[in-house]
């Protein structure tokens, strides 16, 4: 079976953002980078199906030369193989033009199913996969919790409100991760270290004919509407500590 | 042969071989037979101990290692440790060593000297002689009785495991055959003494009066008497030769052995990998992947189970015992070895030797996951191991298989070492803010100030944790309040590696230690300070492998100088009993005991009591070895024991020097519901308080 797995590499979670001046983005000096996280379940379930039914696993990322590292992570959890597209007129990219950029790179290889994770952690556009199906023409299983794999079928769950669906597609087909599909593994020593000779090819946007154009910009980066500091409230006592507590909620916050 | 005739006047003495004049040839032919089936025994036993294991050298520094082979497996210091115990061996051995050495005066005399004409056990020397023998005769027997009551009768835990004792017939044989030599000894010695009768006898004090036991009886039926026990008594002994290599007597070998091939290194001392490139795998997930020592050493183990006694994870509940460990890495290479020893002589002195296929995984079905990762490396089982046995290195080598070669560990442990690759801390926040608790309190940082006599190592509890912001707060008001020079590296401190470390995950821990070493360098650090043990044992024991050479201090250390100097001043009482509660990290891995407990003694006010488990016997709380960031599912919580043995000793509060057990404690103490009376604290809060400089200004800031 021909898997592929598509990472994109994002802040790690507890990293300290800060808005450039100019508005065009986040500062990214001193960040540490990580593999998105509902990517990783994306990787895990890929290399869960190569275990269980033999065949490759490719690793495709879009990115800068930092990506490198998150795609050797992926390598090392026991993935084949990579392709890092690597464009500087991609690096502010919107969802469809990564997507496309996904597409034409996936196109050129074998692919029974394709894993992204349901949405990237810094933008949360939630489009790539979705997008990414439309492009290859084929099915899309968004937000999934559960994947079974019989001859070319595949069943999945999604969670929903109140409910799952238990959905059934033909392969190939894209399936994004969600939350609770599994737990990705730790990379042993050995798998880290094979990481590094694995094979990694790098392509532009030309080379794979993608346009670089994009559909939507994010006009402006701005840091969220900073917290106003919070007020001790001070009193005599239990009940004078109330008394002032009302009188706020009332006359200050208004919503009594 | 006719030999002197002895009288009174210095002259006394006894004819050896008295009533046995005849059975020389025999008693010869005999002892060749026993001596051939000992030098088999261990002949074989040496094939076995060279079959397996990779390379270590523990052979150099001869005076050092001689030094230890006399104090510990001579003089037994550490046997000696527990007294019942210590007293039980010390009778058996020291009593059998003046046995043997009396036996081969005998003989010396017998076959050597007197047919060249001197005889010297005569007279006085004889009179004493015959004393001492007996005296150590009672003594050995004494010592027997002591250990058939211990074991058959008292039978503690630690002879056993989870109370059942795990007695084989070999521990009764082995006292049976040290028992039955002795007392047919002094039988053969009363009877010769009831029938020969000489005047001075009452010398042999046992015998002598064992002797009276016989009268009536007549000289003929004595005289057989004699020769049938002289016989059984020969057999015995003889037998007991024979059966040393085959038997917990072996031990005699093995002990001595081991604690002359000890360990030279720092306590806690883990060789590092340095082979991460083309290793295949890494740690131990065989026998052999052990070295030759580390397996010997399980040979040496007599189940004495001294290092049970105090283990936190057995004493809990858990499935470890660092004496089952041994035992049953000793039954596996009981199974191994002869196959490798087969395969290498079959393999000659050249080819290559084709390993034995193993029945089993090592790690997983010999040793239980559980037991392998309820370990705490907390040392009990080390420092109190009569046989110089290593067990935590050996645990940590297996967790190196499993982490890093198979990546097969806790959950919570893999978010752990993900949180430490990229946060530079165990809980995973940000590593930006590192340095947040010392902004308020103007300490600068080494890129701010570079001229410092100190590094301040906070570390990562010191750093990110609630209350070990607090302790490092405390601290750092301590030294600005003492005028002591000091800064931190602020963010670009990292984390020490000390859970990744003993948790087997050995390539993170190198990776951050590298880029922790190479900061500190780069200000030319000197000397630095740490509040927590982990950081403290990491930085001064275990990064000299990676060229990280500096003088560390313990907090404790720095305090207890600074009050010692009159730098500080203890001028606010502080009420309360406390109980000092030993890390496991300052104490048995650096015997840091005094500081803590002179600090506290020097606040006005304080009452220091102890609780029964301390100094090198404490026992820890629970958060060593990695296990901080590891469930505890299994029995009961080592936190909430160690609460409890305060409670017991009647403490209002806990002190202790490290910021995991400070955790520990504070959770054992909330666990038993205690937080109205009860509380801990770290001995920098403490004395900070006695400080009472909280309202005054730090040092720097205008008024």
């Known amino acids: ?256 | 042969m006719e030999h002197t005739t002895f009288s009174l006047g210095g002259n006394e003495g006894r004819q050896v071989f008295w009533n046995a004049e005849y059975f020389e040839a025999l008693l010869f032919l005999f002892t060749f037979v026993a001596l051939a089936i000992f030098g088999y025994g261990v002949y074989r036993r040496w094939q076995m101990w060279k079959a397996m294991g990779k390379p270590e050298i523990r052979t150099d520094n001869m005076k050092e290692r001689i030094k230890i082979l006399l104090k510990d497996g001579l003089l037994q210091f550490r046997t000696f440790k527990d007294i019942y115990p210590g007293l039980m061996h010390g009778f058996i051995f020291f009593g059998f060593c003046v046995l043997i050495f009396g036996a081969a005066f005998d003989a010396t005399e017998f076959h050597i000297t007197e047919p060249l004409g001197w005889a010297f056990l005569r007279g006085k020397f004889y009179l004493v002689f015959s004393l001492l023998m007996d005296l150590f005769g009672l003594l050995v027997l004494i010592g027997v009785f002591m250990a058939l009551d211990r074991r058959y009768l008292q039978k503690p835990d630690r002879l056993g495991y989870k109370g059942k004792p795990d007695n084989t017939p070999d521990d009764a044989i082995v006292l049976l055959l040290i028992g039955g030599i002795v007392i047919t000894g002094f039988l053969i010695e009363a009877l010769r003494i009831y029938v020969t009768n000489p005047p001075w006898e009452h010398w042999s004090f046992v015998g002598w009066t064992i002797s009276k036991a016989f009268v009536g009886v007549d000289h003929g039926t004595a005289k057989a008497m004699h020769k049938a026990l002289w016989w059984i008594h020969t057999f015995i002994a003889l037998g007991f030769i024979a059966y040393i290599p085959y038997s917990r007597l072996l031990h005699m070998i093995t002990v001595p052995a081991n604690y002359y091939m000890t360990s030279l290194q720092p306590v806690g001392n883990i060789e590092p990998i340095r082979d991460f490139e083309t290793a295949e795998s890494f740690g131990v997930g065989q026998l052999e992947e052990f070295t030759w020592k580390q397996i010997f050493d399980s040979d040496a183990c007599t189940k004495c189970g001294r290092c049970q006694d105090g283990c936190p994870a057995y004493l809990t509940g858990k499935p470890l015992s660092p004496k089952k460990l041994v035992q049953d890495l000793k039954t596996y290479w009981l199974e191994r070895a002869p196959q490798f020893a087969a395969a290498k002589k079959a393999a000659g002195p050249e080819g290559e030797v084709q390993i034995p296929e193993a029945q089993k995984a090592m790690v997983g079905e010999v040793i239980d996951l559980h037991e392998l990762w309820a370990c705490t490396n907390c040392m009990y089982c080390m420092e109190n191991c009569s046989a110089a046995i290593e067990h935590v290195p050996k645990i940590i080598g297996m967790r190196q298989y499993k982490v890093l070669t198979e990546a097969d560990f806790a959950p919570e442990l893999q978010l752990t070492y993900r949180n430490m690759e990229n946060n530079s801390n165990p809980w995973g926040i940000g590593a930006h803010m590192r340095a947040d608790w010392a902004k308020e309190i103007g300490v600068k940082t080494l890129a701010e100030d570079p001229n410092v006599e100190y590094l301040f190592y906070v570390g990562c509890a010191g750093s990110f944790d609630d209350r070990g912001k607090k302790v490092s707060t405390a601290f750092a008001k301590i030294l600005q309040a003492a005028g002591v020079s000091f800064g931190i590296l602020g963010t670009e401190e990292g984390c020490c590696g000390d859970s990744a470390m003993r948790g087997g995950n050995e390539y993170l821990y190198q990776t951050l230690a590298q880029t922790n070493i190479e900061v500190i360098k780069g200000y030319g650090v000197k000397k630095i300070i740490a509040t927590c043990p982990h950081g403290y044992n990491a930085l001064k024991k275990d990064y000299p492998h990676f060229g990280g050479e500096f003088e560390v201090y313990h907090h404790t250390e720095i305090i207890a100088d600074l009050i010692a100097k009159g730098r500080i001043n203890l001028k606010k009482p502080v009420d309360g009993l406390f109980a000092y509660h030993d890390s496991c990290f300052l104490g048995r891995y650096n015997q840091i005991y005094d500081q803590p407990r002179k600090i506290l003694k020097a606040i006005p006010g304080l009452q220091l009591t102890e609780m029964e488990r301390n100094l090198a016997k404490s026992f820890c709380c629970g958060a060593g070895g990695a296990r901080m960031w590891m469930e505890e599912d299994i029995g009961k919580r080592i936190n909430v024991a160690r609460t409890e043995q305060a409670m017991e000793a009647k403490a209002d509060h806990v002190a202790v020097g490290c910021p995991f057990c400070l955790t520990m404690m504070v959770d054992g103490i909330k666990d038993k519901e205690m937080s109205e009376k009860m509380d801990a604290a770290d001995i920098a809060e403490i004395v900070w308080k006695a400080m009472d400089m909280e309202d005054a200004k730090p040092q720097g800031e205008a008024a």
């Open chain 1, 1 to 256: 079976m021909n898997i592929v797995a598509c990472v994109k590499q994002v802040p790690d979670t507890e990293a300290q953002i800060r808005v450039k001046p100019d508005g065009s983005g986040i500062d990214d000096s001193g960040i540490k980078w990580v593999m998105n996280p509902y990517d990783e379940y994306g990787v895990e379930e890929a290399l869960k199906l190569k275990e269980k039914f033999g065949g490759d696993v490719t690793i495709v990322s879009v990115g800068p030369a930092r990506v490198v590292e998150t795609i050797r992570t992926a390598l090392a959890m026991g993935a084949d193989k990579g392709i890092q597209i690597d464009d500087p007129a991609l690096n502010s990219a919107d969802a469809y033009t990564t997507a496309a950029a996904l597409a034409a790179a996936i196109k050129g290889i074998p692919h029974d199913v394709i894993f992204c994770g349901q949405r990237a952690i810094d933008d949360d556009s939630g489009q790539v996969g979705s997008i990414l199906a439309e492009l290859l023409d084929l099915p899309q299983l968004t937000i999934v919790t559960k994947v079974d794999i019989e001859g070319t079928t595949v069943k999945v769950v999604k969670p929903i409100e109140g409910a799952q669906l238990l959905i059934e597609s033909s392969l190939p087909c894209v399936i994004t991760a969600q939350k609770g599909l599994n737990e990705p593994r730790y990379a042993s020593l050995p798998g880290v270290m094979k990481a590094k000779k694995k094979p990694l090819d790098v392509k532009n946007a030309a080379a794979l004919g993608v346009s670089t154009e994009g559909k939507a910009k994010v006009a402006k980066t701005t840091a969220p509407p900073s917290r106003p500091p919070g007020k001790i409230i001070d009193g005599a006592d239990a009940a004078a500590k109330a008394a002032q507590v009302a009188k706020l909620l009332r006359e200050e916050a208004k919503v009594i």
